[in-house]
């Protein structure tokens, strides 16, 4: 079993920045990513990144904006959040792959997933 422990959400103001966390265990995870739920919503894709770091995706709405980095020595990914928007408030869930795909892949197939963390942002 692999499992994925966000953390890191809070209340922050619009125009504000966080920094969230994502630690791993259980076994190796290749592409990884985060994801989103906003209240009455379903789940949507922020961002992904690849194995070794050097490729990655982010939705339109987090361009700019979001920055997703990872560290495998730590098993540790972040998702860096700057000029945050009330739009932006939902709870955010790490996720990532077991499957290889190849070093530089970087899609949205996701094969396990943390319990998620509260982002709210006020305007």
């Known amino acids: 079993q692999v499992q994925l422990v966000e953390s890191g959400g809070g209340l922050v103001q619009a125009g504000g920045s966080l920094r969230l966390s994502c630690a791993a265990s259980?076994?190796?995870?290749?592409?990884m990513g985060w994801f989103r739920r906003a209240p009455g919503k379903e789940r949507e894709f922020v961002g992904t990144?690849?194995?070794?770091?050097?490729?990655?995706q982010y939705a339109d709405s987090v361009k700019g904006r979001f920055t997703i980095s990872r560290d495998n020595p730590k098993n540790m990914m972040w998702l860096q959040m700057n000029s945050l928007k009330p739009e932006d408030t939902a709870v955010y869930y790490c996720?990532?792959?077991?499957?290889?795909?190849?070093?530089?892949?970087?899609?949205?197939?996701?094969?396990?997933w943390g319990q998620g963390t509260q982002v709210t942002v006020s305007s």
């Open positions: 259980g076994r190796t995870l290749y592409a």
């Open positions: 990144i690849s194995r070794n770091g050097g490729s990655t």
């Open positions: 996720a990532g792959d077991r499957e290889y795909r190849g070093s530089d892949y970087s899609g949205s197939i996701m094969t396990d």
